[in-house]
Each structure stands twice: as structure tokens, then as C-alpha cells.
């Protein structure tokens, strides 16, 4: 099984832009779907957007749509979430995750957690006002 590693997190002023990465090991990540999630403590985990493997399937959460990009580099195993014009409620932890069953998926749980079997430990985002 793949395994995830998050990195870019960290403390940001409202407004301002970041980019997260995921990188992986023990497995390529090209074949497979790959999401972020954020999670605010006590809430469930949200999705904020996926990618099919060859990135010609993208879809967004409301709450992030027009403010971040998600995007992949299968050459380099990686997969990013840029984020733009930050809000203090964007902060809490950020996962990527991988779809390792699927390249790409068209069901109505798409965006449900449990449609993803791998999952990275996750890094801090705070957005301070």
C-alpha cells in the first residue's frame, strides 16, 4: 500500500496563498484517483476536491471552489493543493488521499471519505485574521 506524506502547512495570514504537496512512497501514484480533505477539530472530515489519475477530472467542495487548485505531477509522484485568498475558517489539518481502486470514479459518494483506502498523516494549516 502507498503511503501519503503532506507537507506546506503552516501559519498564514488571511488573504494570503499557500501550496500543500503530497508525495508518496512504497508506490506510484499515477494509476489512482487523489483528494484532499480538511478537517476542523469535533467536524468530519471535508472534502475539498479530487483528480483523476491523468487530471482530466476535477471537482471542488463549495466552500473552496474558485480559491483552490488542485493538481498532480505523476512523474514527480506528487499531487498539490494550491490555495488562494485564505480565510481564517480554512484553517485545520489538510489530508491527501488516494483512491487505490480506481483511476477515476463517477459515483454519487465520490467525495465521501470512505471511497478512499489511503491516507496521509496530514499537515497544520492556520489562517490568522
Known amino acids: 500500500q502507498v503511503q501519503l506524506v503532506e507537507s506546506g502547512g503552516g501559519l498564514v495570514q488571511a488573504g494570503a496563498s499557500q501550496r500543500l504537496s503530497c508525495g508518496a512512497s512504497?508506490?506510484?501514484?499515477?494509476?489512482?484517483?487523489m483528494a484532499w480533505f480538511r478537517q476542523v477539530s469535533g467536524k468530519e472530515n471535508e472534502f475539498l476536491a479530487d483528480i483523476s489519475f491523468n487530471s482530466r477530472t476535477i471537482r471542488y467542495g463549495d466552500s473552496v471552489k474558485g480559491r483552490f487548485t488542485i493538481s498532480r505531477d505523476n512523474a514527480k509522484n506528487t499531487m498539490y493543493l494550491q490555495m488562494t485568498d485564505l480565510k481564517p475558517e480554512d484553517g485545520g489539518k489538510y489530508y491527501c488521499?488516494?483512491?487505490?481502486?480506481?483511476?477515476?470514479?463517477?459515483?454519487?459518494?465520490?467525495?465521501?471519505?470512505?471511497?478512499?483506502?489511503?491516507w496521509g498523516q496530514g499537515t497544520q494549516v492556520t489562517v490568522s485574521s
Open positions: 512504497g508506490g506510484t501514484l499515477e494509476n489512482y484517483r
Open positions: 488521499a488516494a483512491d487505490q481502486r480506481r483511476s477515476f470514479y463517477w459515483g454519487a459518494n465520490y467525495a465521501a471519505a470512505s471511497s478512499f483506502d489511503a
